[in-house]
RNA sequence: GAGGGUGUAGCUCAGUCGGUAGAGCAACGGACUUUUAAUCCGUUGGUCCUGGGUUCGAGUCCCAGCACCCUCACCA
């Protein structure tokens, strides 16, 4: 109870222990940027720059003795934010505190400021948020440090904070407290700014070249345009039965037959399947269609979408992931399906005998299923881990590939590609059938050996019926955003680029 | 869904062969006007995940359940 025993003894002093309106903040970033305004004038007034405290030989006590008489100086700032250290040492305070920018440490003397404000710093908690005014400088030790001479306090955590020094560890309370996982732990924070920063140089991307940003329903009573089972739910007005969108897709290319050429939407689709560390039932989807365009045009979307991502939170294109390094230079890699598919199984995917023993050797069911359906079951089994990337893997089986166009000179081949990083899908696109007829015949002959949930070929007769008004020709590409922002931030876990990932109740 | 691991103070973690529950940090009291995870002295703090069982005695052994983590399966 200590700390309500504090906070109503803020109270009693007349402040609002959950403070008010305080305008004018300098950010910890700026003062860290305002760092070199701090300087030592001597008393014949001249100003002299402060050493480079980079240099770890440096004494700033004995440089300041040496150049005396004199004074420091520096511009007066205004921080707020959450004391995350505090260093008491008799008539004298330090508190390293921390906005969302960054953290500065506060120096509270006593005599610096006042018999009044003292007696409130010693009510200060550890997670409390406090406000600091006064004078830019640098201890002895060198530390850039506002020197107090006014406090403010602005909120009483009344909970105790996790361990100082480890953070809170355990990953049920990470997720279930993020809040706590955002304000104590490092990184946190700043992992999610830089997801934010992707997302929104995706949206600048498309929207620079000329897509305009769309939302669609997320309630469905056909959940097309994957392969993946729905959370099913239930209107009661209407007395029928919905689920939740699994894709985007058909709905955008709806947009297309009604004019909207470049469109996309960036939105949450929810997927009732296994949760792991690369997978969350709900999710979010990039897919962006383009008339006039094709797969080829749609590789070239995807990698100044990436390009774009990388630059907004920098870092450079090589980066580091689990231990691997991935060159995202442009332009990445193509390969065909057939090429990398024979280069790892030394067989011709088109010599259907050698395909069929190679998929009995790896005992893979080959009974009553297309051809095509246990092509790719050895093509994931055996190219896709291996694909560091990234890649534009391109030209998949038509028949695994209900939605998309297939090649003129070739019916059995799709323009599809689908780009792989560390073996993971990041992106998947095609050149969009626009066929009602073929797309309604796709429909309604259901892959050999694969049932509802697991085939992309759901019946969707208003879909069919809008491309009867004429889809134009487009390319169409989704993003896995969860993916890529994983990719970027170096981050393994999906739970940790998800602000709340699904979670049974707290007991 | 299958296998493996973990669960002990607010947080991070020890806990030997089954014998009265431990540390660091946080909290509380004290000293300290240039500290850096400040330091020093003292104090407080426990449904050992839950429920059964074995035993004179269980944090420890056994069984069941719950939660989380990892791997696999499904999938992006």
Excluded at 78 to 94: D, E, H, P, T, Y
Excluded at 160 to 181: I, S, V
Excluded at 462 to 473: C, E, S, V
Aim: proline share 5%; net charge negative; charged share 30%.
């Amino acid at each position: 109870m200590a700390r309500r025993e504090k906070m109503r003894q803020i109270a009693d002093r007349g402040i609002d222990p959950f403070g008010c309106r305080y305008d004018d903040r300098t950010m910890m970033e700026e003062c860290q940027e305002m760092a070199s305004e701090v300087r030592w004038v001597k008393e014949d007034g001249t100003t002299v720059e402060l050493p480079d405290f980079s240099d770890a030989q440096l004494d700033y006590r004995q440089w300041k003795s040496d150049q005396s008489p004199g004074a420091e100086t520096g511009p007066t700032v205004r921080v707020a934010g959450r004391i995350m250290l505090s260093r008491g040492q008799g008539k004298l305070i330090f508190l390293t505190l921390k906005d969302w920018t960054g953290e500065i440490q506060i120096f509270v003397g006593k005599k610096q400021v006042g018999d009044e404000d003292f007696e409130l710093a010693k009510l200060f908690d550890l997670g409390d948020l406090v406000g600091a005014e006064g004078r830019l400088g640098r201890t002895n030790t060198g530390e850039l440090t506002v020197f107090a001479e006014k406090l403010t306090f602005h909120t009483k955590m009344l909970e105790p904070p996790p361990d100082k020094h480890a953070g809170l560890t355990n990953q049920d309370l990470r997720q279930r407290m993020r809040y706590a996982d955002l304000a104590f732990n490092d990184g946190v924070l700043e992992t999610f700014l830089d997801r934010t920063k992707i997302v929104k140089s995706v949206r600048t991307t498309l929207d620079q070249d000329g897509f305009c940003e769309v939302e669609g329903p997320t309630l469905h009573t056909v959940a097309g345009g994957a392969a993946a089972r729905p959370f099913a739910t239930h209107h009661n007005a209407l007395d029928m039965p919905l689920t939740m969108r699994i894709a985007l897709e058909l709905h955008l290319k709806r947009l297309m037959v009604g004019g909207m050429e470049r469109v996309y939407e960036l939105g949450r689709v929810y997927r009732n399947e296994g949760i792991s560390p690369k997978h969350n039932p709900e999710f979010t989807m990039l897919e962006c269609y383009q008339a006039y365009g094709d797969y080829n045009s749609m590789m070239d979307l995807t990698e100044q979408i990436i390009v774009n991502a990388i630059e907004a939170i920098g870092g450079g294109f090589v980066r580091e992931y689990d231990g691997n390094q991935v060159d995202f230079t442009p332009p990445f890699k193509r390969a065909t399906y057939a090429e990398l598919f024979q280069q790892a199984t030394g067989i011709d995917p088109k010599d259907d005998a050698a395909v069929i023993q190679l998929a009995k050797n790896l005992n893979l069911e080959t009974e009553n299923r297309h051809l095509d359906v246990v092509r790719n079951e050895i093509f994931e089994e055996k190219v896709e881990d291996s694909l560091t990337g990234p890649i534009f893997v391109i030209d998949y089986p038509a028949s695994i590939c209900p939605l998309t166009k297939r090649k003129r000179d070739n019916p059995e081949i799709a323009e599809r590609f689908e780009l792989f990083v560390l073996g993971m899908e990041l992106a998947n696109a095609y050149t969009e059938l626009n066929d009602p007829d073929l797309q309604q015949e796709l429909f309604e002959t259901q892959l050999q050996g694969l049932d509802e949930e697991e085939s992309m070929a759901k019946m969707d007769h208003d879909f069919i019926r809008a491309l009867r008004y004429a889809m134009p020709p487009a390319g169409g590409l989704g993003v896995g955003i969860d993916r890529l922002v994983m990719l970027l931030t170096g981050k393994k876990s999906i739970r940790d680029i998800i602000l709340f990932p699904l979670q049974r109740p707290e007991s």
